[in-house]
């Protein structure tokens, strides 16, 4: 990653934690106090994420670790051979879009289709709806 990061082909990075991957990904498309946005949405296929047979939930959300990181689509073959100098290959899972919706499939089939709207306000506002 820092070498990736050095070489200037990280436009942006979220570790995979809490929440696992769709929980990271979301996050990335949230907007930030101080730099705005929030108006990207992102277009992932979850099916690509392991070979092991796990149910599309478990592929979304498992804690397993790792970065979900956005490089330039120009740069993704740089990226790839950088990681693949450490036996490390990415996953590929989408791309970034203009629309600001959030979709992922899996093996082609709608997992999650939401506005971003949608998802901030629950997001952001949740503890302050509760808190009223």
């Given at each position: 990653?820092?070498?990736?990061?050095?070489?200037?082909?990280?436009?942006?990075?979220?570790?995979?934690?809490?929440?696992g991957l769709l929980?990271?990904?979301?996050?990335m498309t949230m907007p930030h106090a101080r730099l705005g946005g929030g108006g990207l949405g992102v277009?992932?296929?979850?099916?690509?994420?392991?070979?092991e047979e796990l149910t599309p939930s478990q592929k979304?959300?498992?804690q397993t670790g790792g970065f979900v990181v956005e490089v330039k689509h120009e740069e993704v073959e740089r990226?790839?051979?950088?990681?693949?100098k450490s036996n490390i290959t990415?996953?590929?899972?989408?791309?970034?879009?203009?629309?600001?919706?959030f979709e992922a499939t899996h093996g082609g089939e709608p997992f999650v289709m939401q506005f971003l709207e949608n998802l901030q306000e629950s997001y952001l506002g949740s503890l302050a709806k509760k808190l009223k």
């Open positions: 990653m820092i070498d990736a990061i050095d070489a200037g082909l990280i436009q942006s990075a979220h570790d995979i934690s809490e929440g929980i990271a990904l979301a996050e277009r992932v296929e979850v099916g690509n994420v392991s070979s979304a959300f498992s990226f790839k051979k950088l990681f693949e990415p996953i590929f899972l989408g791309e970034v879009t203009n629309e600001p919706s």
